[in-house]
C-alpha cells in the first residue's frame, strides 16, 4: 500500500492541453518534492514545498502543497512532448527526514 | 562537475547470488541513499549513510546490507538473490543527512535476477 497515491496514473494528452497531476495522503509532511523520472535515468528534482498552502511556478509548471500539508498537486500548462516522463511525488516526515516515501508516479505521454 | 554515478549500469544475476553496487556521490556531499525501484513503481528507501554511519533503514531484510567508505562513497550489497530483487536500484545524493533540498539521483543500476 502506497503512503502517497498518486492520481491519474496514466494520462496521455496532446500538445498545448492543459493536465494536473495530484497526490495525496492522509498522513502529514514536512516537505513534498516533486520529480521527474525519464526511461533509463534517475529521477531529476523539479521542486520543494515546505509551507502549507505554499504555491511555486517553474515556467509552465505549477506545485502546489495543501494546507494541512497532506496532498499536493501539479499543474502543467500548455503541454509539450518534452514534458512526457513519469512524475513522482515524493515526501519527508519530520521524525524521519532522509527517508523520501515516493508515490507510485503519473506517467504522463504528450503526443505532437 | 560530474553528478552521481553507478556502476554498473546493467546486471544480471542467477537465483542465491550475492550482487554489490556501487555509487560514487557528487563531490562534497557526505550523504548517500540507496532506493529500489520495480518496474512501475515509485522507489523504495533502503537506507542512507551519512559521515560514514546507517542514518535510517527502510522495510528491508538484513539481505541488503551497505558501507560508506571515507571518500564518501557508497556499496550495496544484496545476499542470496530472490527473483523479487530484480529492479532498478538508485542512489542519491545530498550535502546534508536531511532532505529538504532534494536530492540528485543516479541513473540507476538494473538488476535482473535469473
Known amino acids: 500500500t502506497q503512503l502517497l497515491e498518486q492520481s491519474p496514473q496514466f494520462l496521455s494528452i496532446q500538445e498545448g492541453e492543459n493536465l494536473t497531476v495530484y497526490c495525496n495522503s492522509s498522513s502529514v509532511f514536512s516537505s513534498l518534492q516533486w520529480y521527474r523520472q525519464e526511461p533509463g535515468e534517475g529521477p531529476v528534482l523539479l521542486v520543494t514545498v515546505v509551507t502549507g498552502g505554499e504555491v511555486k511556478k517553474l515556467k509552465r509548471l505549477t506545485f502546489q502543497f495543501g494546507d494541512a500539508r497532506k496532498d499536493s498537486s501539479l499543474h502543467i500548462t500548455a503541454a509539450q512532448p518534452g514534458d512526457t516522463g513519469l512524475y513522482l511525488c515524493?515526501?519527508?516526515?519530520?521524525?524521519?527526514?532522509?527517508?523520501?516515501?515516493f508515490g507510485g508516479g503519473t506517467r504522463l505521454m504528450v503526443k505532437p | 562537475d560530474a553528478g552521481v554515478t553507478q556502476s554498473p549500469t546493467h546486471l544480471i544475476k542467477t537465483r542465491g547470488q550475492h550482487v554489490t553496487l556501487r555509487c560514487s556521490p557528487i563531490?562534497?556531499?557526505?550523504?548517500v541513499s540507496w532506493y529500489q525501484q520495480v518496474l512501475g513503481q515509485g522507489p523504495q528507501f533502503i537506507f542512507q549513510y551519512y559521515e560514514k554511519e546507517e542514518r535510517g533503514r527502510g522495510n528491508f531484510p538484513d539481505q541488503f546490507s551497505g558501507h560508506q567508505f571515507p571518500n564518501y562513497s557508497s556499496e550495496l550489497n544484496v545476499n542470496a538473490l530472490l527473483l523479487g530483487d530484480s529492479a532498478l536500484y538508485l542512489c542519491?545524493?545530498?550535502?546534508?543527512?536531511?532532505?529538504?533540498?532534494?536530492?540528485?539521483f543516479g541513473s540507476g543500476t538494473r538488476l535482473t535476477v535469473v
Open positions: 542519491a545524493s545530498s550535502f546534508l543527512a536531511g532532505g529538504n533540498y532534494g536530492y540528485t
Open positions: 515524493a515526501g519527508l516526515k519530520g521524525n524521519a527526514g532522509n527517508m523520501l516515501t
Open positions: 563531490s562534497g556531499h557526505k550523504s
